[in-house]
């Protein structure tokens, strides 16, 4: 079994920045993929950026230039540095874990966190 813990949020003013971290733990060799999504208050859940194993990455829009995803192998842990920010940054933010490789098999399963809130302030 896979489990993710969030940690990092809370409550910031516009402007200010955030570190938002994701361990996983569980009979793990590699992840194939870690990210994080956020859902707002009455909407649905978005993608704000993913890591690949192999170095790629993928960021909504609303993050390039703003937010950075990376990741510590070695700890199953991935990170989102989330700088410049706006009241609409306003969400639940969660982990996720694709496609995990153990020591007896390879699970093409998305894991997920139980999400960590992050408040922006005007």
């Known amino acids: 079994q896979v489990q993710l813990v969030e940690s990092g949020g809370g409550l910031v003013q516009a402007g200010g920045s955030l570190r938002l971290s994701c361990a996983a733990s569980?009979?793990?060799?590699?992840?194939?993929?870690m990210g994080w999504y956020r859902q707002a208050p009455g909407k649905q859940r978005e993608l704000v950026a993913t890591l690949t194993s192999g170095g790629s990455t993928n960021y909504a829009d609303s993050a390039k230039g703003r937010f950075t995803i990376s990741r510590e192998h070695a700890k199953n842990t991935v990170y989102l540095q989330m700088d410049s920010l706006k009241p609409e940054d306003t969400a639940v933010y969660c982990c996720?874990?694709?496609?995990?490789?153990?020591?007896?098999?390879?699970?093409?399963?998305?894991?997920w966190g139980q999400g960590t809130q992050v408040t922006v302030s005007a």
């Open positions: 569980g009979d793990i060799l590699s992840i194939n993929a």
């Open positions: 996720i874990a694709a496609g995990v490789f153990t020591t007896r098999e390879y699970l093409p399963t998305n894991y």
